[in-house]
């Protein structure tokens, strides 16, 4: 069975600064990985995708995400955090078995952003 | 424009008194969802649809009913709502490869006293 962990459930950062959100995954098959954000009061945006492509994965707004096989490790990195950054990020597997590919959440990360 | 709306957004219900909420894409998507959205849990899934009249359980259905009698929509029922079922609900759909992602709808705030 599939799973993913999100270390930290609150991160702060400086504008400007680095962001790294960090997600751990749990799979026994390739997983199909993804990143969503979630702004305050609205529903899901999905940032990236891994599909078992390129490892180094571009998304929107200037997000990336590696993902590495031998750490089963998908974070989602930022070279500079910008102030409309502020969101909550959750990081999901697709699981293969039971619900015929639904989507395994983490618990997600809220990151919050200072001037 | 490639969207999920559900319908309504806010809504604050007694117990017992039965509601639907109301989910629609116009991606022409095999699959859709429900999940709902607690603090500290993330989101679970409540029901899936693989197709027309093709629906099934999720991780935590009890309580819930959802029906899939046309390909765009897929409401989700509670027959006798409890102050347990207050929750953040998202709709979501995807296409049938297991490699797209799923498109979420807005959510629907719901609060049940």
């Known amino acids: 069975a599939q799973s993913v962990t999100q270390l930290g459930s609150h991160v702060s950062v400086s504008e400007g600064a680095l962001v790294l959100l960090r997600c751990n995954y749990s799979s026994s098959v390739p997983p199909y990985l993804f990143w969503y954000v979630q702004y305050p009061n609205q529903g899901l945006q999905l940032l990236l995708k891994y599909t078992s492509a390129a490892t180094l994965v571009k998304g929107i707004n200037g997000f990336e995400a590696e993902f590495k096989k031998s750490e089963t490790s998908f974070h989602l990195t930022k070279p500079s955090a910008h102030m409309s950054d502020a969101a909550e990020y959750f990081c999901?597997?697709?699981?293969?078995?039971?619900?015929?590919?639904?989507?395994?959440f983490g618990k997600g990360t809220k990151l919050s952003v200072k001037p | 424009e490639a969207q999920v709306t559900q319908n309504p957004r806010y809504l604050i219900t007694v117990t017992g008194k039965k509601l639907t909420v109301t989910c629609s894409q116009n991606?022409?998507?095999?699959?859709m969802s429900w999940y709902r959205q607690d603090p500290g849990l993330g989101l679970r899934q409540i029901y899936y649809s693989m197709n027309v009249e093709v629906t099934d359980k999720g991780d935590v259905p009890e309580g819930y009913k959802v029906s899939r009698k046309e390909k765009r929509n897929f409401p989700l029922i509670l027959e006798s709502p409890s102050p347990n079922q207050t929750s953040l609900y998202f709709c979501?759909?995807?296409?049938?490869?297991?490699?797209?992602?799923?498109?979420f709808g807005q959510g629907t705030r719901l609060t049940v006293v």
């Open positions: 999901a597997v697709r699981n293969y078995g039971g619900s015929q590919g639904n989507l395994i």
């Open positions: 991606m022409n998507h095999e699959y």
């Open positions: 979501a759909s995807r296409g049938f490869s297991l490699n797209t992602e799923a498109f």
